[in-house]
């Protein structure tokens, strides 16, 4: 029996009742797809939503005063750090940036470093996030305890559409029982307009300039 994956965007019973499906006879091939929508969107939109710890997760500096957060609403910072140079190994010592040095903005994701601060407390040449390829790397809880409700209708139409697709351009097949489902490739944009969810989804995408 499959198992909803514990970041799903909605859950069995919406999902039953959102199809008008009663019964517990198609239960196993419901929660594959919440799964497969949940993760089509996730990746679509390049983040998670459910509240979730995410460790050690590694950014470039861009000697700006600002970096952008890949998940976001941000619930709260464990630490920021960053290492100067790299070994031969491709690691390096890291040094924890004081509490007092940086402030986030919760809902946009955006992580400020006090850059004249940070650079007389550390020692740094220049100010800001330092320039250097993964060389920041933060520890924070971001994502929502409830999922907003025009996204979690997003996931239901993507559901709806995978139960009820027919063939379609672009597609791959997988057998799933005696129901084949038609699934859009990684990446199939026009897929996204044609549901017409992409008026949801783009307002939670990760912007395309944060560099990790």
Not at 180 to 199: C, L, N, P, V
Request: charged fraction near 20%; glycine fraction near 8%.
């Amino acid at each position: 029996m499959p198992a909803l994956v514990a970041y799903a965007l909605t859950d069995l019973t919406t999902a039953k009742e959102y199809l008008g499906i009663t019964g517990a006879s198609k239960d196993d091939l419901i929660r594959r797809l919440i799964n497969a929508s949940t993760d089509y969107i996730e990746n679509y939109c390049k983040r998670r939503f459910i509240s979730t710890t995410h460790t050690n997760e590694m950014y470039d500096g861009n000697e700006t005063n600002e970096i952008q957060t890949i998940n976001y609403p941000i619930i709260s910072i464990t630490s920021l750090a960053y290492r100067d140079s790299l070994d031969y190994s491709g690691t390096g010592d890291w040094t924890t940036v004081n509490a007092s040095d940086y402030y986030y903005e919760a809902n946009t994701g955006r992580v400020y470093i006090v850059g004249s601060k940070l650079s007389f407390d550390t020692g740094i040449a220049g100010s800001g996030f330092q320039a250097g390829f993964r060389n920041w790397r933060l520890t924070y809880v971001a994502g929502y305890a409830t999922i907003p409700y025009d996204l979690e209708e997003a996931c239901l139409q993507l559901i709806g559409y995978f139960y009820k697709s027919a063939k379609a351009k672009g597609v791959k097949s997988e057998q799933l029982g005696e129901y084949k489902i038609e699934w859009f490739q990684a990446g199939a944009t026009s897929f996204i307009k044609e549901t017409g969810i992409d008026d949801i989804l783009d307002a939670y995408r990760t912007p395309t300039t944060v560099s990790c």
